[in-house]
Nanobody, 114 residues
Framework: QLQASGGGSVQVGGSLRLSCKANMTVYEVGTMDWYRQAPGRQRELVAR???????TYGVAVRGRFTISRDMSMMTIFLEMNDLKPEDTAVYYC??????????WGEGTLVTVSS
């Protein structure tokens, strides 16, 4: 199972660091993602990192968020800087197997207030 943590409430311009640990082996994992879903909106990809370390970011967070991973601990992180009210959402982690099976964690709420 996956367990995400690190959400909370911050003011505009603040920072948060999310983490998500998976009870999986390195060989099971293809890609590791952070998604978010704001009220009334569809879930969207925030950032993705491959087992090899290649990263992809959503346009809205590029330059402000950084995804990283510690494969020895099967944990991914999302460093979020310069937070804006539009970043308010429930953030979900997903570890996608090599066979494209998704493994979702429970969400963690991030609230950014002005």
């Amino acid at each position: 199972q996956l367990q995400a943590s690190g959400g909370g409430s911050v003011q505009v311009g603040g920072s948060l660091r999310l983490s998500c640990k998976a009870n999986m082996t390195v060989y099971e994992v293809g890609t590791m993602d952070w998604y978010r879903q704001a009220p009334g909106r569809q879930r969207e990809l925030v950032a993705r990192i491959t087992r090899g370390g290649q990263t992809t970011y959503g346009v809205a967070v590029r330059g402000r968020f950084t995804i990283s991973r510690d494969m020895s601990m099967m944990t991914i992180f999302l460093e979020m800087n310069d937070l804006k009210p539009e970043d308010t959402a429930v953030y979900y982690c997903n570890f996608r197997n090599s066979d494209y099976t998704d493994n979702w964690g429970e969400g963690t709420l991030v609230t950014v207030s002005s």
